[in-house]
């Protein structure tokens, strides 16, 4: 955006800057604060080249991370497949509380006829 003798530099990201322009007149292509504008571009360019360094190094930790994580999710998602429903676990309890409840009744019963019947006829006077 041209305003005049000043230009304003980044629009509305928050990072903007006024600089003087340039003399087109023909003189020396500058007003003379060439020199320490490219010391700053160039003072400013390596801290964004280090900050990339960091970005790109972090970046590749995270993909180490991402790695495991990835893996860790498919052994829960394969011990989950494998891992009994509630359903399941109460057709399992059933499947062993009918056997041994009928086993106890038939075992009582036979008690019964076997010891306590001719007790109690015995008793009954016959």
Not at 8 to 24: E, K
Not at 34 to 62: C, F, G, N, P
Not at 73 to 79: G, L, N, Y
Not at 99 to 104: I, K, L, N, Q, T
Request: hydrophobic share 45%; no cysteine.
């Amino acid at each position: 955006m041209n305003r005049g003798n000043v230009r304003s530099i980044g629009g509305n990201n928050g990072f903007s800057s006024t600089i003087s322009p340039l003399d087109n007149s023909g003189g020396g292509g500058n007003d003379g604060g060439m020199e320490a504008r490219i010391a700053k571009l160039e003072t400013s360019v390596e801290y964004i080249q280090r900050d990339v360094a960091e970005i790109r190094m972090s970046l590749d930790k995270l993909n180490t991370s991402m790695g495991s994580v990835q893996t860790d999710t498919a052994v829960i998602k394969a011990r989950l497949a494998h891992t009994p429903t509630t359903l399941k676990m109460w057709a399992a309890l059933v499947a062993v509380v009918v056997p041994v409840g009928a086993a106890v009744v038939g075992l009582l019963t036979w008690v019964v006829q076997t010891n306590i019947a001719p007790l109690l006829a015995k008793a009954a006077g016959g």
